[in-house]
C-alpha cells in the first residue's frame, strides 16, 4: 500500500528515531569490546556479518539495481566506510566525549553542504534547529575541548558523515533503497576489511563479545542502513541530520540504566535541547519542506 507523502514523512521520521536509539545502545557495548578486540578489526567483523546477512536477504532488490544506482550506493557506502574509519581511529587520539560531539557536527555541516553543494535554501528554523542541536551536543559531551590528531580525523569523519546525508537525501529513492544499502554495506565491509588486514586479525572471544557484534552487524547495521536509506527518501537531508542528533540522548540514557552512569544536569539540558531541536525542524520547519520535490524526481534530475 502506497503511503502519501505526509504519512511517508511520519514513518520516516519514527524509523530515524529509532535507529538513533539502537545506534546510542551500542556505545557502552563498543566501549568493553575494543579492550580486547583492535577497533579496525571489530569494524570489518561486523560490517562483513552485515554484507553477508544484506546479500542474502536482499539478493532480488540487488539485482533489480542499474548501473547507476550501484556506481551511485558504491560512492555513498565509500562515505560512510571511510567515514566510520577516520571515527575510530580519530576515538583512539581523543576522549570518547570529545569525539561524540565533533562526530555530531554533521549536523552543522549536513545544511552548510545542501546549500553550497546543491543550492538549495536553508529555511531559517532549520538554522535555528541546528543551534538548539549544537549546544545540546556539546552540554552531552564536552568537558574540556582541544584540538589535535584526533579532533582533526574526527571532524573529517563528520564532513563525510554529512556529504552521506546530503546524497542519500538527494539521490535514494523508495523503490530502490533496499538494493542500494545492500550495496552500500558491500563496500563498508570491503573498506572496512582493507584497513584491519594489514595487522592481522583479532577475532572476539566467547558468547558475550559475539552476541554483541551480532546484534551491532543486525539491529545497528543491516536494519539501521536500510532505515536510513528509506527514511531519507522520504525527508530532507538537514532534517535528517537534526533527527539523528537524538543518538548521544540515547547514548547517555542507555549510560544511566546500564552502564552505572549518573544522572546530571548536563544530559537533562543537553537531551532538552536536541529534542527541540528536532522539534523545530519537524513541526516548525515542515511547511517550508513540502516545496520540495519528491525524491523520485530529484533523483532522474540528477
Given at each position: 500500500m502506497a503511503l502519501s507523502p505526509a504519512r511517508a514523512r511520519t514513518v520516516a521520521t519514527i524509523l530515524l528515531v529509532a535507529l538513533t536509539a539502537v545506534w546510542g545502545s551500542t556505545f557502552f557495548l563498543i566501549r568493553d569490546l575494543v579492550q580486547t578486540v583492535p577497533p579496525a578489526d571489530f569494524l570489518a567483523v561486523r560490517f562483513t556479518i552485515a554484507a553477508v546477512l544484506m546479500v542474502a536477504i536482499f539478493w532480488r532488490p540487488l539485482r533489480a539495481l542499474a548501473r547507476r544506482d550501484w556506481v551511485i550506493s558504491a560512492a555513498l557506502g565509500s562515505l560512510y566506510g571511510m567515514a566510520q574509519i577516520l571515527q575510530t581511529f580519530g576515538l583512539a587520539h581523543t576522549d570518547a566525549s570529545v569525539s561524540g560531539f565533533v562526530t555530531g557536527t554533521y549536523v552543522v555541516l549536513t545544511p552548510?553542504?545542501?546549500a553550497l553543494l546543491l543550492r538549495e535554501r536553508v529555511p531559517a528554523s532549520t538554522w535555528y534547529a541546528v543551534l538548539l542541536a549544537t549546544a545540546g551536543l556539546a552540554?552531552?559531551?564536552?568537558?574540556g575541548f582541544a584540538v589535535g590528531l584526533g579532533e582533526g580525523l574526527t571532524l573529517g569523519a563528520a564532513a563525510l558523515y554529512a556529504l552521506h546525508i546530503v546524497g542519500l537525501g538527494r539521490l535514494s529513492t523508495p523503490s530502490r533503497a533496499t538494493g542500494m544499502s545492500a550495496v552500500q554495506m558491500l563496500v563498508i565491509a570491503a573498506l572496512a576489511v582493507i584497513a584491519a588486514v594489514p595487522d592481522g586479525m583479532v577475532w572476539p572471544s566467547g558468547v558475550g563479545q559475539w552476541s554483541a557484534v551480532i546484534y551491532m552487524a543486525t539491529a545497528a547495521g543491516v536494519l539501521a542502513l536500510w532505515a536510513q536509506t528509506w527514511g531519507q527518501a522520504h525527508m530532507s537531508a538537514t532534517?535528517?541530520?537534526?533527527v539523528?542528533?537524538?543518538e548521544p540522548v540515547f547514548a547517555a540514557g542507555f549510560a544511566v540504566a546500564f552502564g552505572g552512569e549518573s544522572l546530571g544536569w548536563r544530559m537533562i539540558v543537553g537531551g532538552a535541547l536536541v529534542l527541540a531541536a528536532m522539534y523545530t525542524v519537524e513541526l516548525v520547519g515542515r511547511r517550508p519542506d513540502d516545496t520540495t520535490p519528491p525524491a523520485?524526481?530529484?533523483h532522474h534530475e540528477v
Open positions: 552548510v553542504f545542501t552540554l552531552l559531551s564536552l568537558n532534517r535528517a541530520a537534526i539523528m542528533t537524538l523520485e524526481v530529484l
